[in-house]
């Protein structure tokens, strides 16, 4: 079973910046995308970023490009999220997800971690 393990989340003010991890573990992982995902009070989770393990294309949701920027650790096989110039709408929990190719980003993961709280005060 892979369990992936988010830290990072926290409170911060509008304007500021956090940087979430995700670190995988468990049996041979083989999911080839990582991304995260968000969900706020009352809304469905959406899409924020995900990247293949081999590098190359990073793809992000528009409300974030720009602030936030996803990477990788393959040797440690973890994830990043750094969030800059936070907005209060950035408040959310904040979910790592694996999976396979494009459909990660419609919210198939072959896995998911169990989130991280961000909340941005104005």
């Known amino acids: 079973q892979v369990q992936l393990v988010e830290s990072g989340g926290g409170l911060v003010q509008a304007g500021g910046s956090l940087r979430l991890s995700c670190a995988a573990s468990g049996r041979t992982f083989s999911s080839s995308v990582m991304g995260w995902f968000r969900q706020a009070p009352e809304k469905e989770r959406e899409f924020v970023a995900s990247?293949?393990?081999?590098?190359?294309?990073?793809y992000y949701a528009d409300s974030v490009k720009g602030r936030f920027t996803i990477s990788r650790d393959n040797a440690k096989i973890a994830v990043y999220l750094q969030m800059n110039s936070l907005k209060p709408e950035d408040t959310a929990i904040y979910y790592c997800?694996?999976?396979?190719?494009?459909?990660?980003?419609?919210?198939?993961?072959?896995?998911w971690g169990q989130g991280t709280q961000v909340t941005v005060s104005s």
């Open positions: 990247m293949r393990w081999s590098g190359g294309i990073t």
């Open positions: 997800a694996a999976g396979r190719g494009s459909s990660l980003r419609n919210g198939v993961a072959d896995y």
